[in-house]
């Protein structure tokens, strides 16, 4: 049974605490009087996180959770402040008594510490990284997030559904698209309404143009921290073609607002962008392949095994890399497009960039078989309370969202984004390799800070 989230909410007289696992939702009560209840981390070591954002957010504790370290609250967030508790109102916060966060770390002769961020060299987003090192290996890693918390999810309470459509398409711009189907599989569900055939197709290539453009970039960067920028030439300016495409059809570079009732645009831009794309991935595949010295820095590097992958809940890319064949578009509906689910074995650098390359040609198949000959339109005429779910598989893996509606309005609102899970696992495909290897291993797997951060 595989944990995809665990996040709590509030209700009259009490907390709820809901696990959601591939087979099955559990709900837990807990008194708000004693907010404690038992731990998920000795089978599900990526509840650890989940866990420690509840206590900071709620002030639940968790029985038998080792790690009870702050993890939103940063070194002078006030102790006693709660955010995502109903009482707490939209106010200036004092800083509280600054108290040294305790990294773990490995102890022993010669063995000292390697701080990197959260302020880095590019033009990256803010994560801090501590590597315990014994000369060049690496012994451990801890990835410590959150400083693009935006507390997005108390952003969006209290809000009509459609008035919070601007927030989801920016909390993740490597994933606009997806957060967006996310969400109008939810006003579908909650409006009673199934969606039309024409909106399944048309969202399909926009998606798989999203997840084009964020292999495309991947396919440069990757190359490039190993050494071979001519990589990085070659596949910026695709990506930025692709960018432009999607900006020509929806008009927006990042797709932020493409999603929508109706989508009445002229496709004819991406299947000719497509078309052109095939043969320069082609192309891209057989030079990259014939040049050992990079598939020299890329093999056995960054392992992260099968065992390690399925016991975090590893998703995406990531796990397809080391042979978990997990990927939410593995139904019917996709498969009558063409979809192949892409699975390598190893889990190392090598693999995780030759599945990318794998998945573009994939993409380009099911845009090929999507029909936009129909313009139907979604009416939604009014949404009913109660608890929706829904499950989008982004460019970085599959993507969770939650909404409850109460009284016409979001009385919660919850994302499992996939970086939120492969970032627990991260630090597990390290520890064969020198520090010089990390940033090409941390690009390989190419996670979102602020999809984390929320």
């Known amino acids: 049974m595989r944990l995809i989230a665990r996040f709590a909410q509030e209700n009259e007289n009490n907390f709820e605490i809901i696990d959601v696992f591939d087979i099955e939702i559990k709900k837990t009560k807990i008194d708000k009087n004693n907010p404690v209840t038992s731990t998920l981390t000795n089978k599900y070591p990526a509840a650890i996180w989940m866990e420690r954002k509840i206590r900071d957010e709620f002030g639940i504790n968790f029985e038998g959770c080792v790690d009870t370290r702050p993890l939103v609250k940063h070194e002078r967030f006030p102790k006693n402040i709660y955010p995502m508790r109903k009482n707490f109102q939209k106010i200036d916060i ?143 300016r695709l990506s930025e073609d692709a960018r432009r495409t999607l900006a020509k059809v929806t008009g927006h570079r990042f797709g932020f607002g493409a999603i929508n009732e109706e989508m009445k645009y002229d496709f004819s831009e991406i ?94 198949q099911i845009i090929r078989n999507c029909k936009t000959d129909s313009n139907e339109k979604i009416e939604f005429k009014e949404f009913n309370d109660g608890e929706f779910h829904s499950f989008v598989e982004s460019s970085i893996g599959e993507l969770f969202m939650y909404i409850k509606l109460k009284d016409g309005v979001i009385d919660r609102f919850y994302v499992r984004d996939p970086s939120h899970i492969n970032w627990q696992a991260f630090h597990t495909a390290i520890y064969k390799d020198i520090i010089a290897d990390f940033p090409l291993i941390n690009k390989s797997f190419d996670l979102s800070y602020a999809g984390n951060d929320l």
């Open 271 to 364: 299947f000719k962008f497509i078309n052109y794309l095939e043969e320069k991935i082609n192309f891209f595949e057989n030079w990259i392949i014939d040049i050992p010295s990079l598939w020299d820095r890329f093999d056995t590097t960054g392992g992260l095994s099968h065992e390690k992958a399925q016991r975090y809940g590893v998703v995406g890319v990531a796990a397809r890399s080391s042979g978990v064949a997990i990927d939410t578009r593995n139904n019917q509906w996709y498969k009558n497009r063409g979809f192949e689910i892409q699975v390598r074995q190893k889990g190392e650098v090598s693999d995780r960039f030759l599945l990318r390359i794998a998945e573009i040609k994939n993409s380009i």
């Open 94 to 236: 004092e800083f509280g008594e600054f108290e040294p966060y305790e990294y773990e770390e490995v102890k022993g002769e010669g063995v000292f510490y390697v701080p990197v961020g959260p302020i880095h060299a590019g033009i990256i987003e803010p994560g801090h990284f501590q590597f315990s090192q014994a000369g060049e290996d690496m012994l451990h890693l801890e990835v410590r997030h959150f400083y693009k918390y935006r507390s997005i999810e108390k952003m969006c309470e209290n809000k009509k559904p459609l008035e919070i459509k601007k927030i989801i398409e920016r909390i993740s711009g490597n994933e606009s698209i997806a957060y967006q189907i996310a969400f109008f599989n939810i006003l579908a569900k909650s409006a009673g309404i199934e969606l039309n055939e024409s909106f399944k197709n048309k969202s399909a290539i926009l998606l798989e143009m999203e997840r084009i453009i964020h292999h495309l970039t991947d396919l440069g960067f990757i190359p490039n921290d190993a050494g071979f920028a001519p990589a990085l030439a070659f596949m910026s």
